[in-house]
T-cell receptor, first 113, second 112 residues
Framework: QQQVKQSPQSLIVQKGGIPIINCAYE??????FPWYQQFPGKGPALLIA?????SEKKEGRFTISFNKSAKQFSLHIMDSQPGDSATYFC????????????FGQGTTLQVKP | NAGVTQTPKFQVLKTGQSMTLQCAQD?????MSWYRQDPGMGLRLIHY???????DQGEVPNGYNVSRSTTEDFPLRLLSAAPSQTSVYFC???????????FGQGTRLTVV
């Protein structure tokens, strides 16, 4: 069973656009929600993360919006650039079992010049 | 600053062969995990470990074994390779609490 569901699978935007990637989770014990960025041939790397006591977190051009009641969270990329073209993964884990980081299916983003 | 090191980077196996994917970390992190990455499936957890001597199954453990005799090393063993195990495998290390997971560069495995 997929505990974290991510959409869309792929996304194409023009430079300067605002791509939005959505994730939904089932396990209410999850209390940590990171986003990872992966470039071709590389391992994923942490981009930004949020905990459920806040509804939004911004780091540079990247923003996470979190809706605890709906069990959903999303990544927004402001003023997207061709260098943002990558695969993005949402994930979730719980304090009681932090050895287990569960990922979504991934979104391949292409930002056209 | 090596972080997480995986070997080999590429491997081709014949069906039925066995092999071990190596993973080593130099960050003294307690948690280590193995994932496989397949198109449209994301990163799926195979096995994980919360410390030396302690391992547990993830979402897709069948056909794989792990052990954790030291904090640094977490090898993944394929007992009898099958074409369905063709994938890119990633090892990750993570510290205590909800913290950043650090990934290796991956091993691309093809089973023919």
């Amino acid at each position: 069973q997929q505990q974290v569901k991510q959409s869309p699978q792929s996304l194409i935007v023009q430079k300067g656009g605002i791509p939005i990637i959505n994730c939904a989770y089932e396990n209410t014990a999850f209390d940590y929600f990171p986003w990872y960025q992966q470039f071709p041939g590389k391992g994923p790397a942490l981009l930004i993360a949020i905990r459920p006591d806040v509804s939004e977190k911004k780091e540079g051009r990247f923003t996470i919006s979190f809706n605890k009641s709906a069990k959903q969270f999303s990544l927004h990329i402001m003023d997207s650039q061709p260098g943002d073209s990558a695969t993005y993964f949402c994930a979730a884990s719980s304090t009681g079992n932090t050895g287990k980081l569960i990922f979504g299916q991934g979104t391949t983003l292409q930002v056209k010049p | 600053n090596a972080g997480v090191t995986q070997t080999p980077k590429f491997q081709v196996l014949k069906t039925g062969q066995s092999m071990t994917l190596q993973c080593a970390q130099d960050m003294n992190h307690e948690y280590m995990s193995w994932y496989r990455q397949d198109p449209g499936m994301g990163l799926r957890l195979i096995h994980y470990s919360v410390g030396a001597g302690i391992t547990d199954q993830g979402e897709v453990p069948n056909g794989y074994n792990v052990s954790r005799s030291t904090t640094e090393d977490f090898p993944l063993r394929l007992l009898s390779a099958a074409p369905s195990q063709t994938s890119v495998y990633f090892c990750a290390a993570r510290g205590l609490g909800n913290t950043e997971a650090f990934f290796g560069q991956g091993t691309r495995l093809t089973v023919v």
